[in-house]
């Protein structure tokens, strides 16, 4: 079962302008990560914020994370038409592995 | 480094057929997850090994699924007899160390079954 949930599922924006995408997710995390896929491609990985941390910059990409809501942003500021894409959350816990969001797909229309 | 490397990157198969998905993961990672994307199920986790072990294998969604990991540079992903419902975009992924740190994902492999 997939836990993290995302928001919006597509988003639709003009080159320069932010982007901003949320996922929500249900049980305790170690960390929770942000991957990118374009389109026929591999996941590509984007970034990594503990859950002792609170905000993270890579970057044009920053990245929020609130426990207690159990909620993570990631904001793609100046966005161009290479950032079109798919983005996806994925929490990880104890184990080795990661549970993957459903995903926003990005559109930046040059 | 090559990055993680999967073949065949396409496949065709009729229904009933053995299909077999291989992966070399980057030198060093101790960790090799199988997973599958669909438009309808998005991008599950069939199952990972550590250290050459399966670790985790509850999302093989049938018994017509195998994965085997002989060694740590090389895993392969079996269905056997394959049927329509099994085509999809499958992908391998590495990661080191221990915990759930950052994977890498191959190109993936896009199988379908006709």
């Known amino acids: 079962s997939q836990q993290g949930e995302e928001d919006p599922q597509a988003l639709s924006i003009q080159e320069g302008e932010n982007a901003t995408m949320n996922c929500s997710y249900k049980t305790s995390i170690n960390n929770l990560q942000w991957y990118r896929q374009n389109s026929g491609r591999g996941l590509v990985h984007l970034i990594l914020i503990r859950s002792n941390e609170r905000e993270k910059h890579s970057g044009r990409l920053r990245v929020t994370l609130d426990t207690s809501k159990k909620s993570s942003s990631l904001l793609i500021t100046a966005s161009r038409a290479a950032d079109t894409a798919s983005y996806f959350c994925?929490?990880?816990?104890?184990?080795?592995?990661?549970?993957f969001g459903t995903g926003t797909l990005l559109a930046v229309q040059p | 480094d090559a990055g993680v490397i999967q073949s065949p990157r396409h496949e065709v198969t009729e229904m009933g057929q053995e299909v077999t998905l291989r992966c070399k993961p980057i030198?060093?990672?101790?960790?090799l997850f199988w997973y599958r994307q669909t438009m309808m199920r998005g991008l599950e986790l069939l199952i990972y090994?550590?250290?050459?072990?399966?670790i985790d294998d509850s999302g093989m969604p049938e018994d017509r699924f195998s994965a085997k990991m002989p060694n740590a540079s090389f895993s392969t992903l079996k269905i056997q007899p394959s049927e329509p419902r099994d085509s999809a975009v499958y992908f391998c992924?590495?990661?080191w160390g221990q915990g759930a740190r950052t994977q890498y994902f191959g190109p993936g492999t896009r199988l379908t079954v006709l």
């Open positions: 030198s060093g990672h101790n960790s």
């Open positions: 992924a590495s990661s």
């Open positions: 090994f550590n250290n050459n072990v399966p």
């Open positions: 994925a929490t990880g816990g104890a184990t080795n592995k990661l549970i």
